[in-house]
């Protein structure tokens, strides 16, 4: 049997598993791909499944960003594994702590389930994908909801905090309102079901 016919056979059961290209979202305007979907999606370098250790490792590379240094000793030590875990991550400044976005760990600690990526960020991103972080992500009558998101495959209403569920793209459109403010918030996620 050659080698190809091999492969070929192979093909159904690893082909889908692995995605084939990840973008940065700081580096890539992901208005222009054919398909968004969270989990090709990486935030400084880190993406959805993604272990501790690497996430840890993948951002200290960085200069620009920092995380919250009270979560450092939890993320390196095994013992804590099996604890949920999250950790924010801020940009460099001499004033104040801006928070760009929040990396969270479940249960089982095996890989990063969420990315929670606040609309500070906007400032880093590029071209349409600037729109992730304003109003026009829920205003149906806009062109980017038109173009781009399209119907959410649920909404859940809360008290000043509603989620944007879709699925079949692995995430979420968050808004955030507290008083005359609203804040618009990109979560990538493995299971956007609400």
């Known amino acids: 049997m050659s080698k190809f016919f091999?492969?070929?056979?192979?093909?159904?059961?690893?082909?889908?598993?692995?995605?084939a290209h990840r973008v940065e979202l700081t580096k890539?305007?992901?208005?222009?791909?054919?398909?968004?979907?969270?989990?090709a999606i990486s935030v400084y370098g880190c993406y959805?499944?993604?272990?501790?250790?690497?996430?840890?490792?993948?951002?200290?590379?960085?200069?620009d960003i920092y995380p919250d240094p009270n979560?450092?000793?939890?993320?390196?030590?095994?013992?804590?594994?099996?604890i949920p875990l999250g950790i924010y991550i801020y940009?460099?400044?001499?004033?104040k702590d801006t928070s760009y976005f929040l990396l969270y760990w479940g249960k089982d600690g095996k890989g990063i389930e969420e990315i929670t990526i606040f609309n500070n960020l906007q400032e880093r991103v590029i071209g349409e994908t600037k729109n992730l972080f304003t109003k026009n992500v829920v205003n149906i009558k806009s062109s980017f909801y038109k173009k781009y998101l399209g119907k959410p495959s649920k909404i859940r209403f809360g008290a000043g905090v509603n989620t944007y569920f879709y699925a079949a793209k692995n995430f979420e459109i968050i808004t955030n309102t507290t008083g005359k403010q609203t804040q618009y918030y990109f979560k990538l996620t493995k299971k956007a079901s609400g």
């Open 71 to 82: 979560w450092l000793p939890y993320l390196r030590n095994s013992k804590y594994d099996s």
């Open 48 to 63: 959805l499944g993604m272990s501790k250790k690497d996430a840890v490792d993948e951002l200290a590379k960085y200069t």
């Open 28 to 39: 890539t305007d992901i208005t222009t791909l054919k398909k968004i979907d969270g989990k």
């Open 6 to 19: 091999f492969l070929l056979l192979l093909y159904p059961f690893v082909g889908f598993t692995q995605i």
């Open 91 to 95: 940009k460099v400044t001499n004033t």
